[in-house]
């Protein structure tokens, strides 16, 4: 929880999907999700997992304010990652992983700031 805790104003709606995240951690904590910079490695189970709730959570959705998740993986979708990676679907088999799950969680939220990178270093 943010201290010292937000004022009602802060926590008033604002018409949007974030207001009951608004609601208990005010607008100024909003703001700062919303600007926020993440680096993720790795679109498999737990990836998969973490890149949804930033997305529910609109971090990274400020893109004019430098909000931004980057995400890398270097590996395809088989078909074992089915059961395991729910942002995953059967036509996916044989894609990169990143480009998918970027994909997919642009679909969850649109406004999410997503950059997928699936380059080895050489």
């Excluded at 805790?5 to 709606?13: F, H, I, K, V």
């Excluded at 993986?73 to 799950?101: C, H, W, Y």
Aim: positive net charge; proline residues 7%.
């Amino acid at each position: 929880m943010p201290s010292p805790l937000p004022s009602a104003d802060e926590c008033a709606p604002r018409g949007d999907r974030y207001d009951g995240q608004r609601a208990v951690l005010g607008e100024p904590l909003q703001r700062r999700l919303a600007g926020a910079r993440w680096f993720v490695v790795g679109a498999g189970a737990i990836g998969c997992e973490l890149l949804k709730c930033l997305a529910l959570m609109g971090v990274g959705v400020d893109g004019a304010g430098g909000g931004a998740v980057h995400l890398t993986d270097m590996d395809a979708i088989s078909t074992s990652n089915l059961n395991r990676q729910f942002l995953f679907r059967p036509p996916d088999v044989g894609q990169p992983k990143a480009a998918v799950a970027a994909r997919a969680v642009r679909a969850i939220n649109p406004q999410f700031a997503v950059q997928h990178y699936e380059s080895k270093a050489s």
